[in-house]
């Protein structure tokens, strides 16, 4: 039924379509439904609290027995240079002003933790099938224990170097994530807003360096996506901004109405809102800061300088909307008719071009 079926058989899914895991927008609803038409569900864990990941798997494993994918960051905790929080509190005055916000804050909260400890003994007593990971590689021993528990494990790359890293330290699967995927562009190091290499580029550069399979992610809307995804030599994909208006989605109703006006040029890069590149909403909060670089708080630190921004301005001018460059392609279908769909769609695709 596919031309490749390495990433089905590593994941024990029937077919290679994975929802990305998107923080604070996939629910368990989304990865459960996703799960039970075949497919790979995710649930972005991020920074969530333990008892919320724990609440959320077993909601998961309510509605289905099949494989589900729980996402994880991996972050040093580093402190924010003061006299960068003092130049970035300076920079945002005028939109505190404006607003009638008072003083940018002067203390930041702790750094982001990361995968620690405690995570790993979450992970290792809910062992969920597959296990992935953004912004890096985990340490050794992580990779060791949970691969020693027998979950599958794979993480993003943005260019051919961190895929050949993820490889080296042991990932089962490497996301290829293309600058015209939504969200955070998983990067190993932070990079500038303007740095990054095309899915379409990414794809089989990554594949000829690595042996084990590819997912590619990032600006995939349809079949004719997942068909051109496996050309490439990936053999799945990771689809994030196409499960945004699934009902089982938790995106806002303002949100869900600015998806069905969504065109080519709606987003850009931007690390104003977080302190990491990531692909979002255009604003006129993110054009202003990019006009003006400078060095700003680490992730995610920066979201305690551009939060009381966001819930006060209107979305055109501050709202931190995560989503790709084909959001003009989704499609408002509860995710297991959504994943249906880009079945049939993909297959036609692959016999269309099989007999010309
Ligand atoms: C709203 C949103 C939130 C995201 N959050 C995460 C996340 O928590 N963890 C992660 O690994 N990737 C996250 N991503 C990135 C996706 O994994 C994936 O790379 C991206 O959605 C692919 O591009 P597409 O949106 O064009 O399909 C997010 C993407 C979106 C759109």
Redesign the pocket.
Known sequence: MWPDTRLCDLFGIEHPIVQ??????CTPALASAVANAGGMGSL?C?EKSASTIEAEAQAIRARTNRPFNL?F?VIQPEETDPRVLEKTREKLQPWYEDLGLGEPPSELPAPGRGFDDERLDLVLALKPKVV???FGVPEARIIEALKTAGIVLVS?ATNVAEARALEDAGMDAI?A?GW?????R?SHVPTAPFDGVGTMALVPQIVDRVSVPVIA?????DGRGIAAAFALGACGV?????F?NCPEAATEPARRERLRRATDRDTMVTDAFSGRSARAMRSRYAQEMESSRTELPRFPQMYALSGPIREVADDDDASFF?????AALTRELPAGDLIDQLVHEAQAAMRTLATR
């Open positions: 990305a895991p998107m923080m604070g927008s972005g991020g996402n960051f992935s990971f953004h993003s996301i994530q015209e995927a939504g969200g955070h998983g992610a990032g600006g995939i809307g990771q689809m994030g901004t196409a945004l995560l989503y790709g460059q084909a």
